[in-house]
């Protein structure tokens, strides 16, 4: 008669199936469009087989229809405040530029995902973070991006020199103050907030912000 006890042990390949199974990561897909004639369930449909290929169990989907010029993007924002609760430990996405506006808002994203230990992983460029090629890939576009900002500001300098040896005025434009009518408004009792009609300030365009 077989002992119980070992009838019920398990093979030693069947206990790291169930360790794997235990561990399976908690994902979730973010796509983007940007005008309504697009369908971001084509982009759902592979991120899908790719969760599937990499035994990822999907938790949530977050989809935006919005161009990638806004800042505001309420599936995005979404994905990060239940990133902040620990919800989750993979983000899949399509391409990138599916994500961020901007080279620096990516790098934004990508930098508070990490900082909260979620791995970021995306399709087109076949990037995933959790392994040294991806973290270094990461490093190297945040590289090009730190160059990009260096060379932008580096033009705007460049610009301002010119402007300043053509002789141009760089900045607001100066008011115009007479000092003797300010002095006379003074002395006669009058407050500085009583005597705006002594300034003479350049016509602006004004902007409701």
């Given amino acids: 008669m077989a002992d119980p006890k070992v009838a019920s042990c398990k093979h030693p390949q069947n206990i790291e199936s169930s360790r794997r199974e235990s561990v399976t990561k908690r994902a979730v897909i973010y796509a983007r469009v940007s005008t309504g004639d697009q369908h ?12 599937k290929q990499r035994g990822f169990e999907i938790v949530c989907e977050y989809t ?57 992983v995306s399709l087109r460029e076949n990037i995933d973070t959790s392994g040294p090629l991806g973290r270094a890939i990461v490093v190297i576009v945040g590289a090009i991006a730190e160059l990009e900002k260096s060379l932008i500001v580096e033009r705007v300098r460049a610009g301002m020199r010119r402007a300043k040896l053509e002789g141009r005025h760089i900045g607001r434009a100066p008011l115009k103050v007479d000092r003797a009518a300010i002095v006379s408004d003074r002395l006669s009792g009058m407050t500085s907030l009583k005597s705006q009609s002594v300034i003479e300030c350049p016509e602006q365009q004004w902007c409701g912000w």
């Fill in 64 to 120: 935006d229809v919005i161009s990638g010029a806004k800042s505001k993007r309420p599936g995005l924002d979404r994905l990060l405040s239940d990133a902040r609760r620990g919800r989750f430990g993979v983000v899949l996405v399509a391409a990138f530029d599916r994500v961020a506006r901007s080279v620096r808002h990516f790098l934004e994203v990508l930098d508070e995902l990490n900082h909260l230990g979620i791995e970021f």
């Fill in 40 to 51: 971001p369930e084509t982009q759902l449909c592979d991120l899908r087989v790719l969760a």
